[in-house]
């Protein structure tokens, strides 16, 4: 299966401590998405990158959030100083390219924070 | 303020008859639109999308209608059948699709 993958698919941190997040694109993708579905809601998009690069993060919180796709390696989410509000599932899409293409999703990592 | 709705929560179909599923939205500056399907635990899985330019696109069982006027589109499943129960999310993105604002979704069930 040559699509999205996201590890870990389940995470667990207590309050204060750091989550990262991993997203490795479809092969041959180069546009990377990040969105955040909280309980019984829709997805909300967080942030977009190409490579290296960060292209809109209008959807990221202003504190504790980044986000980094290198040029090598996976796209990565990190929260910093985590709180119970940060319990959610993080989904990353990525598309070959961007504009009017099929965003394509990983099964995402359930974040619970204790 | 919710750009995209879905206003029923949930549907239930007998198997073999059409599903019409329905998403409303406000922001005229959206051109592109998807649909996808999640099943729990899962990420949510690409299945028709449509550009404004256009008012019917079809694959298959599915055919997404666009009024770009009334500011709705819909989707339609013939036949639907048992496997399509899911919750089914549509999506709207603007002239450059990077950012997709999605709907709260809609629980599909089809019964056999």
């Known amino acids: 299966n040559a699509g999205v993958m996201q590890n870990p698919r389940h995470l667990v941190r207590r309050r204060g401590q750091e989550a990262r997040l991993r997203c490795s694109p479809v092969?041959?993708?180069?546009?990377v998405y990040w969105y955040r579905q909280l309980p019984e809601e829709g997805l909300k998009f967080m942030v977009y990158?190409?490579?290296?690069?960060?292209?809109?993060e209008s959807g990221m919180p202003k504190e504790r959030f980044s986000a980094e796709f290198p040029k090598e390696g996976p796209s990565i989410l990190r929260i910093q100083q985590v709180v119970r509000g940060d319990s959610a599932a993080y989904f990353c899409?990525?598309?070959?390219?961007?504009?009017?293409?099929?965003?394509?999703f990983g099964d995402g990592t359930r974040l619970s924070i204790l | 303020d919710q750009q995209v709705k879905q206003n029923s929560p949930s549907l239930s179909v007998q198997e073999g008859r059409i599903s019409i599923l329905n998403c409303d939205y406000t922001?005229?500056?959206?051109?592109?639109f998807l649909w996808y399907k999640k099943y729990p635990a899962e990420g949510p899985t690409f299945l028709i999308s449509?550009?404004?330019?256009?008012d019917k696109n079809e694959d298959g069982r599915f055919t997404v209608f666009l009024n770009k006027s009334a500011k709705h589109l819909s989707l339609h499943i013939v036949p639907s059948q048992p496997g399509d129960s899911a919750v089914y999310f549509c999506?709207?993105?603007?002239?450059?699709?990077?950012?997709?604002?999605f709907g709260g979704g809609t629980r599909l069930m089809v019964k056999p």
């Open positions: 449509i550009s404004s330019i256009k």
């Open positions: 990158l190409q490579k290296e690069n960060i292209i809109d």
């Open positions: 922001n005229s500056m959206f051109d592109y």
């Open positions: 092969k041959g993708h180069s546009h």
């Open positions: 999506a709207a993105g603007g002239w450059a699709g990077n950012m997709l604002t």
């Open positions: 899409a990525s598309s070959p390219g961007g504009g009017q293409q099929p965003q394509h």
